[in-house]
């Protein structure tokens, strides 16, 4: 698997950007990277994925460098809603979830 | 979006019955749906990957015959824990990959929280 890894826990101001980092050292060069939320006791929320050029929608933006080694999701204007633990996966064959980062997003 | 439900959203149970959990997938058709378990704060464990119209492939450690996976459909999936007990009390989660959509992204249902009295 191409393991991730990502800080156990960050802190954000509301209002703030939330940069949120994932090391992929592994990925091969047509993996894709996905970013997916949970909030307490519910499914997995799907935020963005990209493979090589940096990638934005309605909820996040993804930089990832160009060497594809890592990558960070951006949160523009946290909200206390987007607390919540933030995993990054490197898509292979299925998506193996990593303790991701848990973001709490503070008034 | 794509969509996926599962059913029931929680179910107790008492021990040594079995339990039955159902994942649709609602706007699309998926070929290959995955069954995940998630204990208190802990990450979510992939259990198998099912696809359409074929045996299930289990993880290391997942027995198969306690964790009956059935894909009978492109758009359903089902999860039956046998002879449950109380250790198999966890959120279970399915997901359902849109082979349409780019890098076959998978998509969660809200998961069902089984408690094994």
């Known amino acids: 698997d191409a393991k991730t890894t990502q800080p156990t826990s960050m802190d954000c101001a509301e209002g703030r950007a939330a940069n949120l980092p994932c090391n992929h050292s592994?990925?091969?060069?047509?993996?894709?990277v996905y970013w997916y939320r949970q909030i307490h006791s519910q499914g997995p929320q799907y935020i963005i994925h990209?493979?090589?050029n940096n990638e934005t929608n309605e909820m996040a933006s993804l930089i990832i460098t160009e060497d594809r080694k890592s990558s960070t999701l951006i949160l523009p204007h946290a909200t206390l809603r987007d607390t919540a633990v933030y995993y990054c996966i490197v898509l292979r064959n299925d998506m193996r979830f990593g303790a991701g980062t848990r973001l709490t997003v503070k008034p | 979006g794509a969509v996926v439900s599962q059913h029931p959203s929680w179910v107790i149970c008492k021990s040594g019955t079995s339990v039955k959990i159902e994942c649709r997938s609602l706007d699309f058709q998926a070929t290959t749906m995955f069954w995940y378990r998630q204990f208190p704060k802990q990450s979510l464990m992939l259990m198998a990957t099912?696809?359409?119209?074929?045996?299930?492939?289990?993880e290391q450690g997942v027995e198969k015959d306690k964790f009956l996976i059935n894909h009978a459909s492109l758009t359903l999936s089902t999860l039956t824990v046998t002879s449950a007990h109380p250790e198999d009390s966890s959120f279970y989660i399915c997901?359902?990959?849109?082979?349409?959509?780019?890098?076959?992204?998978?998509?969660f249902g809200p998961g069902t929280r089984l408690t094994v009295l």
């Open positions: 099912s696809n359409e119209g074929s045996k299930a492939t289990y």
């Open positions: 592994t990925i091969s060069g047509n993996e894709y």
């Open positions: 990209g493979l090589k």
């Open positions: 997901s359902a990959r849109d082979l349409s959509g780019r890098g076959g992204e998978q998509f």
